[in-house]
């Protein structure tokens, strides 16, 4: 994910790092030369064949236009609300820990390592379930039976909640923990619980395929017939002009399918690693326990 400050407005024009320019310009390249070619047919005596009335293209550019708005509004909706989820669960890990710490005065020191390292091991865990990877972290804050318990396990998030409400049921029968008490922190489980689903509900229901395709198609068809509406107006600036059209719309279809997928690990995703160390950091921290400061990112680039 890029997170950095507002640059000179100079300097944002040649901004490369986290642009979609370098994946679209093979496309802006092949549109570019075909209107050279076009330009060029118009000095031969076929070249009022390739003439075509401008108003099309701007009736079909306004259409367009609103389509590209409506999906990049849809696709941001679901990068945002994938960030409120994730800020959700900073919140009640937070949160879980400390009324953990607060109504059991009598939990030993490594019972409160033990249960902040179940709440880092949860974040962790939906982030490699998000990603469809394996990490070493469960391995690094889970004990052998806990990963014993969870190996086979498919959706490891939720097994760890099942880790975590067992280990409150059995604070409860030492007595360390009463009813109300012991119904608090399940809502807050069950909350977790809510964040995980709302996650997959982003990963597993994608946009409709028939707005990508039919986005897809309709601005390349609309940049590749652009040269022909311009041509008779523009002359021998249509080429330019027609790369800065097809940057604006070819672009916006890239953003669409960048933020759409909120939990990936493209520069314009969501940090969630970063987010996981800085639960991990939150929880150890509320429980006592010394870790390395919050590194401060040393390029632009956060993840």
């Known amino acids: 994910m890029i997170v950095r400050e507002r640059i000179h407005w100079t300097r944002m024009l040649f901004a490369w790092h986290g642009s979609v320019l370098p994946r679209i310009l093979p ?18 005596r076929y070249g009022r064949l390739f003439a075509v009335s401008p108003t099309i293209f701007t009736l079909i550019g306004i259409s367009l236009a609103i389509f590209v708005g409506f999906c990049n509004t849809a696709s941001y ?32 020191p490594e019972d409160q390592q033990h249960f902040a390292r179940l709440n880092a091991a949860f974040a962790w865990a939906l982030n490699d379930e998000l990603r469809k990877k394996d990490s070493k972290n469960l391995q690094r804050l889970l004990s052998p039976a806990e990963m014993d318990a969870i190996e086979k396990k ?5 097994a760890i909640l099942d880790l975590m409400a067992n280990w409150l049921a059995v604070k409860h029968r030492e ?15 069950s909350v977790m619980s809510e964040i995980v689903g709302g996650c997959e509900r982003i990963l597993n229901t994608p946009l409709p395929f028939a707005y990508h395709v039919l986005l897809h ?7 590749f017939l652009l040269p022909f509406g311009l041509l008779e107006v523009l002359h021998w600036m249509m080429p330019f002009l027609v ?24 520069a314009n995703d969501l940090a969630l690693n970063s987010i996981c160390r800085t639960i991990e950091y939150s929880v150890f921290e509320q429980t006592g326990v010394a870790q390395a400061p919050l590194q401060q990112p040393t390029s632009h680039f956060i993840d």
Request: net charge negative; aromatic share 14%; hydrophobic share 45%.
């Open 27 to 44: 496309q802006l390249l092949v549109i570019t030369g075909f209107s050279f070619v076009v330009l060029f047919l118009q000095s031969t």
């Open 77 to 108: 909706d679901r990068y945002w609300e994938g960030r409120k989820l994730w800020g959700s669960l900073v919140n009640e890990t937070r949160s879980l820990v400390r009324e953990t710490m607060a109504w059991m005065p009598g939990l030993s």
């Open 154 to 158: 498919y959706f490891k998030p939720v």
């Open 175 to 189: 007595g360390l923990i009463d009813s109300m008490q012991l119904s608090a922190t399940d809502k807050r489980l």
């Open 217 to 223: 198609r309709v601005v390349y068809i609309y940049c």
């Open 243 to 266: 790369m800065f059209i097809s940057y604006t719309f070819i672009s916006l279809d890239a953003i669409v399918d960048d933020i759409g997928e909120p939990f990936g690990e493209a």
